[in-house]
């Protein structure tokens, strides 16, 4: 094996051998440049088409196009009859937004740990997790890779709990053939710069259920019941918010969308290429993909197993060592979230709303403890990862692949010589 790049050896990616993504082609120009020359930039015929496309690309009956996923998460509590003071179970590893807008509704978070392997909510330790006040579960689909949901759904069913997905990150994602949203009572997309289709920033919020459509809806458009696109009384029936979302945004997010089945097939290719490129490195483990679940490699997250390298000191100081090794050769390697949920502040502080709310309101909280020690699969998990985006995503290919796959090769087999104390200094 040649010297490693953070030596002074060559690197294995060469300068921009891995292209940014998404990649920008004239669909995208027409598209959005067509919806600035039109009359309507609010939430316009583009917003419209796209919940329409949308929903019939994911198999859902219903979409709402909105500003972002965390707006999307918020609408589909809401329209889940979540309330103050009821209790909703999330994952104790994810994005902020997974449980802070449970806060958002004045209900409360109750987190569940990881299962190690799959990165998701432990399916086994849900049900332990169950208070009188449960009403809802958001499962959230970590990386692309799905929950198992027959577990989650007879759960669900036996406690009367209602089911959002949490698929931010698992646009495409298949368990049993069937694509993410698709469970659920509804579920939240998001179209973030970072996720498989990118419209710069918004979400889509889903589901069968008229019943649920209509009360998200209200969420969604200040309280009211009908669409800036129908003739409106501009009343507030309920409690709502501003998540619209606009007509050039939309037009991205369509552009984009003819692409999508595309940038798919090539994420799974890359995704399969990769994973043989490093089986069998010593210390490296690979992302899993159970039996029955198709990844939509979001993000290629891979662990250290730090028995098995001989490591005895900070399992984070040594992961970060690898990371900067790996970089050194041009790898994008990076820490997706170093804290696990019940470790950020506004839940170890209960300082949501100010004054102990929601937790203090009428014992809405009392029994609910946020200690960081009781989730030791998210904690291990958050010290020992690591996680790749770009080079898996269109326009890049095998040629992507293979270079960083040579730098994993050239840091993995060299492991014995990389210092922290001496990297990281
Ligand atoms: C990105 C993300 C969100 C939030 O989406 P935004 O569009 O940024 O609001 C929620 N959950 C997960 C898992 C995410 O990755």
């Known amino acids: 094996m040649s010297k490693l790049a953070i030596s002074g050896g060559t690197k294995a990616v060469k300068d921009g051998g891995i292209k940014a993504w998404p990649p920008i082609d004239d669909i995208d120009r027409e598209m959005v440049m067509a919806s600035l020359n039109g009359g309507s930039h609010a939430f316009g015929p583009n917003c419209a088409a796209f919940q329409t496309e949308y929903a019939a690309w994911n198999g859902n009956k219903y979409a709402i196009t909105t500003n972002s996923g965390t707006a999307a998460l918020h609408m589909g509590l809401v329209a889940c009859g979540v309330g103050a003071g009821d209790h909703v179970l999330v994952t104790a590893y994810s994005w902020s937004s997974s449980a802070t807008c449970i806060l958002h509704h004045n209900a409360i978070p109750v987190f569940v740990d990881i299962d190690f392997d799959t990165i998701n909510m432990d399916v086994n330790k849900i049900e332990a997790a169950i208070t009188p006040k449960t009403k809802a579960i958001i499962v959230v689909h970590l990386h692309g890779l799905m929950v198992d949901m027959d577990k ?26 069937r694509k993410a949203g698709t469970f659920g009572d509804c579920a939240a997309f998001s179209f ?13 919020f889903v589901t069968n259920d008229e019943k649920i459509r209509d009360l998200a809806a209200q969420v969604w458009s200040f309280g009211e019941t009908r669409t800036p696109l129908e003739s409106r009384d501009y009343h507030a029936y309920a409690l709502g918010w501003m998540y619209r979302n606009n007509d050039l945004t939309a037009a991205f997010g369509r552009a984009q969308l003819t692409k999508m089945d595309k940038y798919f097939k090539i994420q799974r290719e890359n995704g399969a290429l990769l994973n043989k490129r490093l089986t069998g490195l010593k210390g490296l483990i690979l992302p ?8 939509n490699w979001y993000n290629y997250t891979s662990r250290i197993d730090m028995d098995a390298i001989g ?5 984070a100081a040594m992961r970060n060592a690898i990371m900067n090794a790996l970089r050194a050769e041009g790898v994008p390697v990076g820490v ?21 709310c929601p937790w203090s309101c009428n014992g809405a909280g009392d029994g609910v403890v946020y200690d960081p020690t009781q989730y030791p699969a998210a904690n291990r998990h958050c010290a020992t990862h690591f996680g790749m985006t770009t080079p898996l995503r269109a326009p890049n290919g095998a040629e992507a692949v293979e270079m960083v796959a040579e730098g994993f090769q050239k840091v993995f087999s060299s492991i014995d010589q990389l210092n922290p104390d001496e990297i990281l200094k």
């Open 152 to 177: 989650v759904l007879a759960i669900a069913r036996k406690h009367n709990l209602k089911v959002i997905e949490d698929a931010c990150q698992a646009h495409g994602a298949l368990f049993h053939n």
């Open 311 to 315: 490591w005895k000191g900070d399992p």
């Open 336 to 356: 997706w979230q170093s804290f696990i949920l019940p470790d950020m502040t506004v839940f170890k502080a209960k300082n949501a709303y100010g004054k102990g």
């Open 192 to 204: 973030n710069q970072n996720k498989c289709l990118c419209s710069g920033e918004g979400g889509m």
């Open 288 to 295: 899993y993909e159970p039996e029955g679940h198709a990844h």
